[in-house]
């Protein structure tokens, strides 16, 4: 079943208008016909199931069968520092991680990054890296879109992640999983939680020292991980541990 995202001004009491770009898609691509069920949620969370009425050429109207009132969302919102990395790596980390459950994505320039993206280049990116989490949201039948932000500075993110209520980076130069099982199994479901992943070349020294006190350093095992598969592992076992 096809997933689509509309804003609550287009929620009506029995039936929901589809505008904008994907009223091509369903026309042109999908080559939907009136009768077909699809799914439709607010840019709130709200999931509803609707069939479809009619397809004109600047908007689809659905009839509201039922709200789905059963989240697929986690319980606890997750925002994903990602150190900056190189080539199109980034664009399969968004996709993953919105998968994964991440409510947020933050690019984050670090000092071991190798990528350096001025204004221009940074808004270009952040508007296709955002088309890819609406994507990917849509393919796991999210309930809300992940916003990708703008990029930050090391220390903007750090203070960013302050608002939070948990705080974790996995570190290379961590040992003991022991630890990281009692962070896990300490994590209650509900609030929020930052998760620092450092790019290519890692952390600066510089870096560890100044969150040593304000975040929790963990180790995800003995091997040394790429940049686009330490996040993924971090989620993954975030997902079992919060999952509902």
């Not at 009136?34 to 607010?42: A, C, M, V």
């Not at 992640?161 to 994590?187: I, N, S, W």
């Not at 209650?188 to 290519?200: A, M, N, R, V, Y």
């Not at 070349?201 to 006190?213: L, N």
Request: proline share 2%; aromatic share 6%.
């Amino acid at each position: 079943m096809y997933q689509f995202f509309v804003e609550d001004s287009q929620i009506g009491e029995e039936r929901i208008t589809i505008l904008g770009e994907d009223v091509n898609h369903i026309r042109n691509v999908l080559r939907m016909k009136s009768g077909e069920q699809i799914r439709i949620s607010s840019r709130q969370g709200a999931d509803y199931f609707c069939e479809v009425e009619t397809i004109e050429k600047e908007a689809v109207t659905a009839r509201i069968l039922y709200r789905d009132k059963e989240s697929r969302e986690l319980p606890v919102r997750i925002c994903l520092f990602q150190g900056l990395p190189k080539g199109d790596k980034m664009e399969l980390i968004i996709q993953k991680a919105v998968e994964l459950g991440v409510t947020e994505i933050v690019p984050v320039a670090m000092r071991n990054c190798v990528v350096k993206l001025d204004e221009k280049k940074a808004a270009a990116k952040i508007k296709r890296w955002q088309a890819i989490s609406e994507s990917a949201a849509k393919q796991a039948k999210r309930s809300v879109i992940p916003v990708v932000s703008d990029v930050m500075t090391f220390s903007e993110a750090v203070s960013y992640a302050q608002t939070m209520d948990v705080r974790l980076l996995p570190y290379e130069q961590e040992r003991g999983m022991e630890h990281t099982r009692k962070v896990m199994e300490g994590l209650k479901k509900e609030g929020s939680l930052g998760i620092f992943i450092g790019p290519e070349g890692g952390f600066d020294r510089k870096e560890i020292e100044a969150v040593k006190d304000s975040m929790e350093l963990l180790s995800l095992g003995n091997r040394i991980l790429r940049t686009e598969t330490a996040g993924m592992t971090m989620l993954s076992i975030l997902l079992y541990h919060l999952e509902e």
